[in-house]
């Protein structure tokens, strides 16, 4: 896939965040029945409801409030200002525009990786 | 009150025995001395003998008479408590003391005589004649000092009599100690005898004692010329010695006389004051005049009948007293009765008058019965159909109330229903879940196909949307499942409520068919106690009438009884007068006990 496209993400909400995970990263759904990483640390949003779904990522869970998936066939990732560069450990990955609005794009590893270095700072 | 006996009355009672044998010795000595020629040589010896036998009896019998009033003695010095026993007993001693002294006194003296003639005798060796005469003549003496002693102790007796009284000695019990003895007669014969006879013989004792010896002296005399001169001489002092004993013979029985008088008619002296003063009318209980023989017997029913008099003058002054006091409660009780007569009066006028009320109030009564008779059996027609109401209305709350228990069922039943909805629902919700997270798990799968997957994912949204649009109408379902059970809960509590209210309900129509019941008996016992009430108020107004008529005989007679009530109380005044006059007569007597 050509710099700068992504096809097809799976939209997360976690509270009032958001969030787009490329859905080649994410090996399936599943129902939230087991222990999983809250991906509302990571935008220091509050604990999220403990109903949802976890998204099943490298053979880990990350939990979150709602799920869809957009089969819009590329999209166009916006990069990540240097501002911005290393937040969450390197997991902002870029923005896509998608339904009126801006969502981060977050590699699924990163964002595991960072999660576990904050649970055990 | 009472007085103690004073000390030493037992020895103050017999000292006149004590004077009176020397007294007797004197008279027995001058007689002897000048009737008697004494052997010369002997004259000493009598008197020797004469003094100390005079002493030695006078002390033996002394002390013989305080033997016999041990009990005076004790309750003059203290030594004894002057109960009613002692008292009678010292009284016994008392009124025994002049007969002891008399013959203790008549003992004592010709005893002494025999003893002072034998004693001489044998001391002195006169003639026997002489000795013998000398004996004689004490003896002779005997019965007049024993009289004298008597007579000079009786008074004393008296008086310790009267103050053994006055110390507290019943004067019934005198009355047992001195019995009543008709000896006065025999008494004064004896004391009469003994006071002429003694000196009689002495002096014909004297008189043929001269007579002897003038016939001796002539009969020794052969002269005839001097004996008669001898005998003219012995005659003239044989006259003048007759002269000396006839004067001591009259002063002697003058003055047995005069004791005797003195002492026997003393009590009677005091007998007549006690008659002149139970003569004015002052009685007085206890007064008791000591004597002896039938004047002891006088004053004993004297006294007697003083008492007598004074228990029945107190019994005039109580019944006196008693018909005051009754006469004034008359007078009270009839101006109360005459009070209470008017009042009475009155108030059978005012019941009278009542009783003519009664009688209209009685009529009207007896209409108004009948009135309320007639509304009591329209309150009873109008209770039993209330009743039958009641009972119909408590049949329909009893299906009232098993309708709504019908209904509580249903409801019940349909919660039920409903829960079993609601879990069906909420497996549906979970299939819809299901589905839809594998809606997105095989359109993540047809994304991750490329080109290939695209159909498939197209398919997996579309399914999903319609896991989306199940969830969301199972939400719905859910939700309408939540309102109906809260619907069918408020239903079953409203239904349970009305069950309680209908079963409330029935419970009150049944309290009020039950007080319609009681109303119903009630009102039956009403009209018939009306109806009774009617009868009984005519037959009152009757009776009323009947009263009314009596009531006015009542009034006319009370009238009367006010009439005779006034005249009463002028006649208890006139008692009461009565009873004052009676209770003055009464007090006149005097002597209250």
């Given amino acids: 896939m050509p710099r700068g496209l992504v096809e097809g993400v799976v939209l997360c909400r976690v509270g009032e965040a958001r969030l787009a995970v490329p859905c080649g990263e994410v090996d399936a759904i599943a129902p939230l029945d087991g222990p999983a990483w809250d991906v509302g640390l990571a935008f220091g949003s509050a604990a999220g409801a403990v109903e949802g779904k976890a998204l099943q990522c490298f053979g880990q869970l990350l939990r979150v409030d709602s799920v ?33 609005a801006l969502w981060p794009l977050v590699s699924a590893g990163h964002l595991l990786e960072h999660l576990r270095r904050r649970a055990e700072a | 009150m009472t007085t103690p006996l004073p000390p030493g009355r037992n020895r103050w ?75 009678t007993a010292a009284a016994a001693e008392a009124a025994q003391a002049p007969d002891t002294t008399f013959f203790l006194a008549l003992f004592a003296f010709m005893v002494g005589a025999v003893v002072v003639s034998g004693l001489w005798y044998f001391l002195a060796s006169p003639p026997v004649i002489v000795a013998v005469r000398v004996g004689l003549v004490g003896s002779l003496v005997a019965p007049l000092t024993a009289m004298m002693a008597n007579l000079l102790v009786l008074p004393r007796a008296r008086q310790v009599l009267r103050e053994l009284l006055d110390a507290g000695l019943p004067p019934e ?16 014969m004896l004391y009469s005898t003994v006071a002429v006879l003694t000196p009689m013989l002495m002096v014909a004792d004297a008189s043929l004692h001269r007579s002897t010896e003038l016939l001796e002296v002539v009969k020794r005399q052969p002269d005839v010329v001097v004996a008669r001169a001898v005998f003219e001489a012995q005659r003239a002092e044989g006259f003048g010695l007759l002269g000396a004993l006839g004067a001591a013979t009259l002063i002697m029985v003058v003055l047995c006389a005069w004791l005797t008088g003195s002492v026997l008619g003393d009590p009677l002296k005091r007998l007549g004051e006690e008659t002149e003063r139970l003569a004015q009318g002052r009685y007085q209980r206890g007064r008791l005049v000591m004597a002896e ?67 209209r109030s009685a009529g009207q009564i007896s209409a108004n019965a009948l009135r309320v008779s007639e509304i009591a059996r329209g309150t009873l027609e109008a209770a039993q159909a209330g009743k039958t109401s009641a009972d119909a209305f408590t049949g329909a709350m009893a299906e009232v109330r098993d309708g709504n228990q019908a209904i509580a069922d249903s409801v019940v039943k349909l919660n039920k229903r409903v829960q079993q909805v609601g879990r069906i629902i909420e497996f549906i919700d979970g299939i819809a879940d299901k589905s839809d997270l594998l809606a997105l798990n095989a359109e993540l799968e047809g994304h ?70 009681d109303i119903v008996q009630f009102a039956n016992l009403s009209a018939d106690a009306m109806q009774s009430i009617s009868l009984a108020t005519v037959q009152q107004q009757g009776g009323s009438d009947q009263l009314v008529a009596a009531m006015e005989d009542i009034n006319r007679t009370t009238q009367k009884n006010v009439e005779s009530a006034r005249q009463m109380a002028v006649t208890q005044g006139e008692l009461v007068e009565v009873s004052k006059e009676l209770a003055q007569v009464v007090d006149t007597f005097g002597g209250r006990s």
């Fill in chain 1, 68 to 100: 869809d998936v957009l089969t819009t066939p590329e999209l166009t990732v916006l990069p990540v200002p240097s501002l911005l560069t290393g937040v969450a450990d390197g997991a902002l990955t870029g923005f896509v525009e998608l339904l009126g």
């Fill in chain 2, 13 to 87: 009672m017999t000292n006149p025995s004590t004077l009176a044998a020397p007294l007797g010795v004197m008279i027995a000595v001058a007689y002897v001395s000048s009737v008697v020629t004494l052997p010369d040589g002997t004259g000493a010896a009598y008197v020797g003998v004469l003094l100390t036998v005079l002493v030695g009896f006078n002390i033996a019998a002394d002390l013989f008479e305080q033997s016999r009033l041990r009990t005076v003695k004790g309750l003059g010095a203290g030594l004894i408590k002057p109960t009613p026993e002692a008292l």
């Fill in chain 2, 173 to 188: 019990s005198l009355a047992q100690v001195l019995p009543v003895r008709f000896e006065l007669r025999r008494r004064l």
């Fill in chain 2, 293 to 359: 023989f039938e004047t002891w017997a006088a004053a004993t029913s004297m006294s007697a009948m003083e008492t007598h008099l004074l228990d029945a003058v107190q019994g005039a002054r109580d019944a006196a007293r008693g018909i005051g006091e009754a006469a004034a409660e008359l007078v009270t009780h009839g101006a109360q009765q005459e009070q209470g007569a008017n009042e009475q009066s009155a108030a059978l006028m005012a019941t009278t008058a009542t009783t003519e009320e009664l009688a």
């Fill in chain 2, 448 to 517: 991750k196909a490329g080109a290939v997957g695209e159909g498939f994912g197209l398919v997996a949204a579309e399914m999903r949307r319609l896991a989306e649009n199940v969830m969301t109408s199972t939400r719905e379902i859910a939700r309408l499942i939540d309102d109906i059970r809260d619907a069918t809960n408020a239903a079953v509590m409203a239904t349970e409520a009305g069950v309680k209210a209908t079963e409330s309900g029935a419970g009150l129509a049944r309290k009020v068919s039950d007080s319609l019941g």
